[in-house]
């Protein structure tokens, strides 16, 4: 090995090659428009959007229009009745209107959407933004959009539903209507199919990226981002939930409460109750359906137990196959207290 290759590199060795491979670095690295390599040298910041917070604000706007429309209609209470289900559509119009007006036309985000720190932003003026350091920025949605927006989230809703309840109550989907009306009627029909299709396909792409919760919003490119990027949601999800579990269970006594025999029940607990003794006598004497001291008293047979008239009368009429609600006997008959026996009809 010779001495020359022990002796160190120069000092300036390595900024010389820094220089000499930089050219070939930058043809290889970088694209040859010069407008592309600008937008290569953006810092671009991906930012997810939470799905539940986006539901969510949808949610509670509508539950905001639903408050709204619940105070303005108590004005039409000292209105011809009838009034408030013929003009229900505009009604819906004018408060949606509302909304829009004072919130997405001044650059505002609607209830909902500001609970949970979420604002619109035009994402076409994303593609030509060339600084961006958070991934929230970007301008508001534009003049243009904005009406766009009004017109398909209150004029097109308004017209749709207009349209439903015209062709309805003219019966165009009647076979006996003419040719005209029935292929109109056909045509709503599938336009409303077409359009849930879409809405379903649109939720399965807002679930998997997260963008446009609507068709109306894919549409104009407006998307949710976050008003401040160190700010949390207004509800939290403990209230939520306990929310959701409150109104599911309130749902369902709904649906069980009318399927339930209030009669049949209280008969069935009855042999579990513990205070029978000191009540057997005042329940001799009232009725056992309205809990009262019968006016009419009448006797239901063959167990001869004091009821109502109108209580006994009207429970044998509604319930063919009607027992008594202290023994649980069959009733066959009726009889005044006293008087003569009334065969309950069957």
Same mark, same amino acid.
């Given at each position: 090995?010779?001495?020359?290759?022990?002796?160190? *590199?120069?000092?300036?060795?390595?900024?010389?090659?820094?220089?000499?491979?930089?050219?070939?670095?930058?043809?290889?690295?970088?694209?040859?428009?010069?407008? &592309?390599?600008?937008?290569?040298?953006?810092?671009?910041?991906?930012?997810?959007?939470?799905?539940?917070?986006?539901? !969510?604000?949808?949610?509670? !706007?509508?539950?905001?229009?639903?408050?709204?429309?619940?105070?303005?209609?108590?004005?039409?209470?000292?209105?011809?009745?009838?009034?408030?289900?013929?003009?229900?559509?505009?009604?819906?119009?004018?408060?949606?209107?509302?909304?829009?007006?004072?919130?997405?036309?001044?650059?505002?985000?609607?209830?909902?959407?500001?609970?949970?720190?979420?604002?619109?932003?035009?994402?076409?003026?994303?593609?030509?933004?060339?600084?961006?350091?958070?991934?929230?920025?970007?301008?508001?949605?534009?003049?243009?959009?904005?009406?766009?927006?009004?017109?398909?989230?209150?004029?097109?809703?308004?017209?749709?539903?207009?349209?439903?309840?015209?062709?309805?109550?003219?019966?165009?989907?009647?076979?006996?209507?003419?040719?005209?009306?029935?292929?109109?009627?056909?045509?709503?029909?599938?336009?409303?199919?077409?359009?849930?299709?879409?809405?379903?396909?649109?939720?399965?792409?807002?679930?998997?990226?997260?963008?446009?919760?609507?068709?109306?919003?894919?549409?104009?490119?407006?998307?949710?981002?976050?008003?401040?990027?160190?700010? /949390?949601?207004?509800?939290?999800?403990?209230?939520? /939930?306990?929310? &959701?579990?409150? /109104?599911?269970?309130?749902?369902?006594?709904?649906?069980?409460?009318? &399927?339930?025999?209030? %009669? %049949?029940?209280?008969?069935?607990?009855?042999?579990?109750?513990?205070?029978?003794?000191?009540?057997?006598?005042?329940?001799?004497?009232?009725?056992?359906?309205?809990?009262? /001291?019968?006016?009419? *008293?009448?006797?239901?047979? *063959?167990?001869?137990?004091?009821?109502?008239?109108?209580?006994?009368?009207?429970?044998?009429?509604?319930?063919?196959?009607?027992?008594?609600?202290?023994?649980?006997?069959?009733?066959?008959?009726?009889?005044?207290?006293?008087?003569?026996?009334?065969?309950?009809?069957?």
């Amino acid at each position: 090995m010779s001495a020359t290759s022990l002796l160190p *590199p120069p000092q300036d060795a390595w900024r010389h090659t820094y220089h000499k491979l930089l050219p070939h670095w930058q043809s290889y690295a970088l694209p040859r428009s010069p407008q &592309l390599r600008d937008c290569s040298l953006q810092s671009i910041i991906p930012i997810t959007i939470s799905r539940v917070n986006q539901v !969510d604000a949808a949610r509670l !706007d509508i539950e905001m229009s639903a408050m709204l429309k619940e105070q303005l209609v108590k004005v039409f209470s000292l209105m011809k009745p009838g009034m408030l289900f013929q003009y229900e559509a505009e009604l819906d119009a004018f408060l949606e209107f509302l909304i829009w007006r004072f919130s997405i036309w001044v650059d505002k985000p609607t209830p909902g959407i500001s609970l949970m720190n979420l604002r619109y932003r035009d994402e076409r003026a994303m593609e030509t933004r060339a600084k961006v350091r958070t991934g929230l920025e970007g301008p508001g949605l534009t003049v243009a959009q904005k009406i766009w927006y009004c017109a398909a989230t209150v004029g097109g809703q308004y017209i749709w539903a207009r349209l439903q309840s015209f062709s309805a109550f003219r019966r165009w989907g009647d076979s006996e209507q003419r040719t005209l009306a029935r292929r109109a009627w056909i045509l709503i029909q599938r336009l409303e199919g077409f359009y849930k299709a879409a809405s379903f396909g649109n939720l399965l792409v807002f679930l998997y990226t997260g963008k446009y919760r609507n068709l109306i919003e894919r549409a104009l490119r407006a998307r949710l981002v976050y008003g401040s990027p160190n700010m /949390n949601r207004a509800v939290s999800f403990e209230y939520m /939930n306990r929310q &959701l579990v409150w /109104n599911e269970f309130s749902e369902m006594l709904l649906l069980l409460l009318p &399927l339930l025999n209030s %009669s %049949s029940v209280k008969s069935l607990l009855r042999p579990f109750s513990k205070d029978k003794s000191s009540s057997s006598a005042e329940d001799d004497s009232n009725c056992p359906i309205c809990q009262a /001291n019968p006016t009419t *008293p009448f006797l239901a047979l *063959p167990c001869e137990h004091r009821y109502c008239y109108y209580c006994l009368r009207t429970r044998c009429a509604a319930v063919p196959s009607f027992r008594c609600l202290r023994c649980n006997e069959p009733v066959i008959a009726m009889q005044r207290h006293g008087g003569v026996i009334n065969p309950v009809s069957k």
